[in-house]
């Protein structure tokens, strides 16, 4: 599923009720000159990419960090993220997915776009469009090589399909050469993908 992909999904106006209401709205005040489409862009981008994932990639780097933290995780997702106040719409039932040398996890919503709002901010385009829900289960290796993650044939990749009951975290693997990062430096190598599977960690001295 190429980044570009969602493009050909946003003209096709299938649009519920309040999602015309909005576009509407949208129309009508830039037709008046009140808005600027291209700002309006940059803030979705801000809390789609930049703010809202923060939580969540607070959450990973502790675990990377804490290997208490991280059995908190596993046993009781919910809990654990909630001791650090990153609770609230769409993420109150929370099961984290560790990724191992052997394993690599993808979070999708099948039926809708079911998405852990509290640790990872607005559900991407992409997440919402009918070919990833239905091609992440069908061809998740494929799927991934469109997002330029090329997997080696012999890890398996489990597919976790998020409910309006339950919501997935993928804890991606700690890259190597971290050893000395402290736990925002950690954070600032955790990408809003990485956290879906359709990514991994940045690499030490990189920065998401």
């Given at each position: 599923?190429?980044?570009d992909h969602h493009h050909e999904h946003e003209h096709e106006n299938h649009y519920s009720d309040m999602q015309a209401r909005v576009k509407a709205l949208e129309t009508l005040l830039t037709a008046k000159g009140l808005i600027d489409p291209a700002a309006i862009d940059a803030i979705v981008e801000t809390y789609e990419i930049k703010i809202g994932p923060r939580n969540g990639a607070a959450v990973v780097a502790k675990a990377w960090s804490n290997p208490q933290f991280a059995?908190?995780?596993k046993r009781d997702a919910t809990e654990a993220i909630a001791s650090?106040?990153?609770?609230g719409r769409q993420g109150e039932h929370m099961r984290a997915v560790f990724n191992t040398p052997e394993t690599h996890n993808l979070v999708v919503c099948t039926l809708c776009s079911c998405y852990p709002w509290s640790v990872l901010g607005l559900p991407p385009v992409w997440y919402k469009a009918p070919a990833y829900r239905s091609r992440a289960v069908i061809d998740p290796r494929g799927v991934l090589a469109e997002f330029g993650l090329v997997l080696p044939d012999t890890k398996k990749i489990r597919v976790w399909d998020s409910?309006?009951?339950l919501r997935y975290l993928v804890i991606?693997?700690?890259?190597t050469g971290t050893d000395g990062l402290s736990e925002v430096e950690l954070a600032a190598l955790v990408s809003r993908d990485a956290m879906i599977g359709t990514a991994v960690a940045s690499p030490a001295g990189a920065r998401s």
């Open positions: 599923m190429s980044h059995e908190r995780l650090l106040s990153y609770t409910t309006a009951e991606p693997e700690r890259p």
